[in-house]
């Protein structure tokens, strides 16, 4: 643990870091996938379970979070930490990208954006300053600034003009944010799908000599070869000893080819919101345990895994539970679905350290294609 924020680079393969996040509350072993714990808990498992799985940080989701159980509230509680009993990092987006997708209503301007909740409609205004505020109150880690965040495709002009918003309201929330030992704001790279506006707002927020970078407005509709262009455009752009954040992705592909490019800390509800919905992640590729081929399979979804879910429950079983609608379906696939991720990114970490991170990508994605078992 460390008594001020620190990003450490311990090795590098190519373009892949291997490093560590330190805080007061604890280190962030990069590369790191955080489990996304949208209203203070991460649907269908136990804190103590994503603790035991690997996970060094969690997120929390501003937009959420201040409209239940209330910002104000959540800080008489002794804070998030305290809340939901997990002592280790938490981060918090800033609330703009559910502002944007989920709100009935918005009014955006330069002051912020005023919106009707989803839940009970009422009128919310959240600006710079008050994002800031809330996460503040919500006691995170890492306070992510506020951003206007469009989907793709979008027209060149209305992506440069919610980018230099992005980057302005990134200078209030710098100023906002002020001094607050042990704890890091980080700034949000906008610029769609155009490579002259990602360097553009890269460049302007490493000019604000923020603690750590996200690059967001991806994984938003385009594809992936998209992506990977803007993080080869992108990267490069930002400090080599801040943190780098690829907000909301993704799949195991994405990750390992986006760690190939720099990223140093993902997030995404895939691998819980699969296993809700019967899909598992494994060293195999993705299993659907709805396909009536695994009704009488008593093998394991992955005889050679750590995780209990996947080593000891039978195929038909899980098949069972997730026809049957059975809430434990869901539980024990988001239990080996966010196995899976940990243990890939521990994997992905070892492989920086020994210098081996291409021939791990490869034998990882020849895995996939291969499949899973044979039906019995």
């Not at 509350?25 to 379970?49: I, N």
Request: a negative charge.
């Amino acid at each position: 643990m460390s008594e001020t924020f620190q990003f450490t680079l311990h090795a590098q393969d190519g373009k892949a870091r291997r490093g560590t996040v330190s805080m007061p509350r604890g280190q962030v072993r990069t590369p790191a996938f955080m489990p996304v714990g949208t209203v203070g808990t991460v649907k269908a498992m136990y804190l103590d379970q994503v603790r035991e799985l690997g996970a060094d940080i969690i997120l929390g989701n501003t937009y959420h979070l201040m409209l239940r159980p209330g910002a104000e509230r959540v800080a008489r509680l002794g804070g998030l930490h305290e809340l939901i009993r997990w002592p280790e990092p938490i981060l918090t987006d800033s609330g703009g990208f559910q502002v944007m997708s989920l709100s009935g209503l918005r009014k955006l301007d330069e002051q912020g954006v005023t919106f009707k909740s989803h839940v009970d409609g009422a009128l919310h205004h959240m600006s710079p300053e008050r994002s800031i505020e809330i996460q503040g109150l919500l006691d995170s880690d890492i306070q992510m600034q506020l951003d206007e965040c469009l989907a793709l495709p979008a027209e060149e002009k209305e992506i440069a003009r919610a980018m230099d918003l992005s980057l302005r309201w990134a200078e209030r929330c710098k100023l906002a944010f002020g001094d607050q030992p042990g704890k890091a704001m980080f700034g949000i790279v906008q610029g769609g799908d155009k490579p002259a506006l990602r360097v553009r707002s890269a460049q302007g927020l490493a000019s604000l000599d923020l603690k750590g970078y996200a690059i967001g407005g991806l994984a938003v509709g385009e594809p992936q070869e998209v992506m990977l262009d803007m993080l080869d455009t992108t990267c490069p752009e930002l400090p080599v000893e801040k943190p780098r954040y690829l907000m909301g992705v993704g799949t195991p592909d994405d990750i390992l080819k986006s760690v190939a490019r720099g990223i140093d800390m993902f997030d995404c509800v895939m691998p819980t919101r699969s296993g809700r919905h019967g899909l598992a992640f494994t060293r195999r590729g993705r299993i659907n345990l709805r396909n009536a081929r695994h009704a009488e399979d008593m093998r394991p979804l992955d005889e050679e895994s750590s995780c209990p879910a996947a080593r000891d429950y039978s195929r038909a079983y899980l098949h069972h539970l997730v026809r049957a609608n059975e809430s434990l379906g869901g539980m024990l696939l988001t239990w080996n679905n966010l196995s899976y991720y940990q243990d890939l990114m521990a994997g992905i970490r070892l492989a920086i350290e020994e210098g081996r991170y291409q021939s791990f990508m490869e034998e990882t994605q020849e895995n996939w294609r291969r499949g899973d078992l044979a039906p019995v």
